[in-house]
């Protein structure tokens, strides 16, 4: 058993570094008076089958295109913070003395870990968080434990070796999207007194992760994501993936394709968004979100904000991160603003610098 190397303390400076099933994305953040600034960020492409639902199958091939994101930046920070996808994370809050420091909890931690951790512990990395006081009881704290298999962080760090960089956080997924919901906040009245629902869809994946009062009460993900547009287009036309996928980005399309390809893709999108918030109502205490927070890649679509929140009539918005922070003369804003709403988890992680 790896025992805290993992939701790992922070260190200054650190590079947001995300990798998701196809592409790999970089943020260097600096601080500006009460805010932030974007020093530098990149979004690179990803060699097809290196990454797979988000475990890393080719270490190598990710490695050479952090490298090459890396001399694109130009930037001169070599400590980074990645996250591991929260598929990958079992939590669970327990209580503990209050009185013990560190050192004694993590002892202790250590030697009861396997009442709460189906695997077995030698294969496990095993990280905690004291929450605060508990409710149950004043001589309690209540502490929240994670659990990772240890692969899943190893080939993450071994990543970061071999492209020159130093692995100084690994965070969860979920954490860091909740970190960045910091930044949205006051794009949504009274925030932190609603229900929000923040639906992610990537590639191959949407994750949907509803907070309450700011903090992630419950966390989902589902195969689903703009790979089935690429799919469809090259299906529909006969192109390569690679094709596909420019196409999709830049234009180019026949005549037919916003009617008989994007309009249903986006209606599709819309069906996942409501079966997804159906599972989360017939698993909670909750019946219905205040706000709507669309996220990642397939967010960006033209329209699609206005869809869901006409089909489920709840206020929706399209997630920006960025929409308070100044940018850097080095940064492109135009592809910045564009590719803001998949920068969520990315941007939670550069915030690591600064806790």
């Known amino acids: 058993m790896s025992v805290f190397s993992f939701l790992g ?117 095993i990280d905690f968080d004291i929450i605060g006081p508990s409710e149950k009881s004043p001589e309690q704290v209540e502490v929240l434990l994670a659990a990772c298999r240890s692969e899943n962080i190893e080939t993450r760090e071994a990543v970061m070796e071999l492209a020159g960089l130093t692995s100084k956080v690994v965070d969860v997924e979920a954490y860091s999207l909740e970190r960045s919901f910091d930044l949205l ?41 703009g790979k089935q547009l690429t799919e469809e287009i090259q299906r529909r036309y006969g192109l390569s993936e690679e094709e596909a996928g420019l196409a999709k980005r830049q234009g180019g399309l026949p005549d037919d394709y916003e009617l008989e390809v994007l309009e249903p893709f986006k209606d599709n999108v819309v069906q996942q968004v409501m079966r997804s918030l159906q599972f989360f109502f017939s698993s909670s205490q909750y019946h219905e979100v205040d706000h709507v927070l669309l996220a ?39 592809a910045l603003a564009n590719d803001a709403p998949s920068l969520m988890i990315v941007t939670g992680l550069a915030l690591r610098s600064f806790d």
């Open 296 to 334: 990642g890649g397939v967010a960006s679509m033209g329209g699609l904000g206005e869809m869901v929140e006409d089909k489920l009539d709840t206020p929706t918005s399209v997630a920006n991160p960025f929409a308070n922070m100044s940018v850097s003369s080095r940064v492109n804003s135009a």
């Open 9 to 125: 303390k922070k260190s200054k400076p650190l590079l947001g570094l995300d990798i998701s099933s196809t592409t790999i994305k970089i943020i260097e953040l600096s601080r500006q008076g009460d805010g932030f600034r974007v020093e530098n960020y990149s979004v690179r492409p990803l060699p097809a089958g290196a990454v797979v639902e988000k475990n890393i199958s080719d270490i190598d091939a990710v490695a050479q295109v952090v490298k090459s994101t890396l001399q694109q930046t130009r930037t001169k920070v070599k400590d980074v913070a990645l996250a591991v996808p929260g598929s990958a994370v079992i939590t669970k809050t327990i209580e503990m003395p209050a009185g013990l420091n560190d050192d004694a909890m993590e002892l202790q931690i250590s030697l009861e870990a396997d009442q709460y951790i189906p695997y077995p512990l030698e294969e496990v990395s």
């Open 185 to 225: 906040a006051d794009q949504i009245e009274g925030a932190y007194e609603k229900v929000v629902a923040i639906i992610d869809i990537g590639s191959t994946m949407t994750t949907l992760s509803v907070l309450v009062e700011g903090k992630i009460v419950y966390a989902r993900e589902q195969l689903f994501g």
